[in-house]
């Protein structure tokens, strides 16, 4: 047996039924107990990301708008364009309907990570604010293992899952691919970006964070809106194939390939976490940062990450790759179907570099917001002195990542992913009370004497 296929033994057991049953379930717990609060709240939720706090003097060390631009430079990334490929080359069509489905319970969960991050936050040496599952794992829930397990589990990700090797490998691959630029040059032009980004701290992040991800979202989103006028007439049957194939994967390319409903919902759940991270703990680490008088309001706009990453963004790139049937061609994966969608959908080869502009510049964020997220558990772990090394490893790793294969890429970004998830879910769940208690607070005092901070 070799590393590879080892490599898809350890990710089928890690991302089978049971952690997708407790990812989902998780999330629809939350809802349930919430009230439908990703719906009934989500206008609320949106004018907050785009409103500022009238206390200004609050603690914290970036705005909230920052902050979730954090939690987004870290979310919207190549899965947003590769891992959406990959997700339909191995489940189909119907994976897009199993990502929007764990996206609308993962708002739910979204909504209680940014709430206790802010609930359970700490200021550490340097003065700077520390939170995130270690944090209310361990003085909400009580429990140093489980804290120390997710922080161990969250540097796995930084190193070698979502924050650096895939991203690398994204970015290198389409500017070779569309601009014919050197793999070696790129590396090397990005890895000392990435260094000048990354030890400025939180602040630099933030604020680069802040001009960087607004600009390529609308700049993607709208490509992606000028396909769907140009074929217009081919969306309703998109629509359709992608909500029959969640249910009879035949529907789309047949049973002969051994493509079934639970391939279709494994790929669209995992693909969809990986893409928006709701449940892995990732993005509250970047919530507890902002300064902010209530955890409640955090946690609203924290949850509208979610809706931005998945619901607007991945369901863009799906329905393209599905309306021009890029999807299921054959030598075709990864960022090059995206590519080949595009180019198919717009009727000329300018798709590609539209799809190659985003990609860069999501993958560039993602790498910026997991080396935060990294830090953060770095310093739970052993103190302020283990972050500069940390920031030294991944710097090199970030040099590195050019010339690893893919399949092996996503094989370790899923592993580590799925591990960091369940010391997360199970901190959700024990205080999961907590979250709604907070809640119901915070809106009896907004309908009365007005906001206030959440209880310590």
């Known amino acids: 047996m070799d590393l590879l296929q080892l490599l898809e033994k350890v990710d089928s057991f890690v991302w089978g039924p049971p952690l997708l049953i407790l990812l989902v379930g998780t999330g629809a717990y939350l809802t349930f107990r919430l009230g439908l609060l990703q719906i009934l709240k989500l206008p609320l939720a949106l004018k907050y990301v785009f ?24 979310t919207i990334g190549t899965g947003n364009i590769v891992g959406v490929a990959t997700a339909l080359k191995a489940g189909g069509p119907g994976a897009l309907f199993w990502m929007w489905l764990a996206a609308f319970f993962g708002m739910a969960t ?37 804290a120390r397990m997710f922080a161990v589990f969250g540097i796995g990700v930084a190193f070698l899952g979502i924050g650096t090797f895939p991203q690398v490998n994204a970015i290198t691959e389409a500017t070779q691919g569309a601009f014919g630029l050197p793999k070696l040059l790129t590396a090397a032009v990005l890895t000392v970006l990435v260094a000048m980004v990354t030890l400025g701290g939180i602040r630099r992040i933030s604020e680069t964070a802040k001009r960087i991800v607004p600009f390529a979202a609308v700049f993607y989103i709208a490509a992606s809106v000028m396909i769907l006028v140009l074929n217009a007439d081919k969306v309703p049957a998109t629509v359709s194939l992608i909500i029959q194939s969640a249910f009879a994967p035949e529907a789309a390319f047949g049973g002969a390939l051994g493509v079934t409903m639970l391939m279709a919902m494994r790929n669209g759940v995992a693909r969809g976490v990986f893409s928006n991270e709701s449940g892995l703990g990732s993005a509250p680490i970047a919530a507890a940062a902002a300064r902010t008088n209530s955890c409640v309001r955090q946690g609203l706009i924290s949850m ?92 090199l790793l970030v040099a590195s990542g050019a010339f690893l294969k893919l399949d092996t890429i996503w094989l ?9 998830a369940v010391p997360n879910l199970i901190g959700l769940l024990g205080l999961s009370g907590v979250v709604v208690a907070e809640t119901r607070a915070y809106f009896a005092a907004r309908s009365g004497a007005g906001e206030t901070c959440c209880a310590r």
């Open 304 to 395: 509208t990450g979610t809706f931005f990453d998945t619901i607007v963004i991945c369901t863009m790139t799906g329905i393209v790759l599905v309306m021009t049937g890029a999807w299921n061609t054959d030598g075709l994966a990864g960022a090059d179907m995206t590519n080949a969608a595009f180019n198919m959908g717009l009727g000329t080869e300018i798709g590609q570099y539209i799809v190659t502009i985003g990609l860069v510049f999501f993958a560039f964020t993602t790498i910026l917001g997991w080396n935060y997220y990294g830090e953060r558990c770095t310093e739970y772990l052993v103190g302020v002195k283990g972050i500069r090394p940390f920031k030294i490893v991944y710097i």
């Open 412 to 420: 370790l970004a899923d592993i580590v992913n799925g591990l960091m």
């Open 110 to 146: 979204k909504y209680a990570e940014g709430l206790l991050a802010v609930k359970y936050r700490v200021v550490d040496e340097n003065g700077q604010m520390s939170g995130g599952p270690m944090y209310y794992l361990e003085r909400g829930l009580g429990n140093r293992f489980l």
């Open 51 to 74: 409103s500022r706090e009238k206390d200004q003097s609050q603690q914290g060390d970036v705005s909230p708008f920052a902050a979730l631009c954090t939690a987004l430079s870290a």
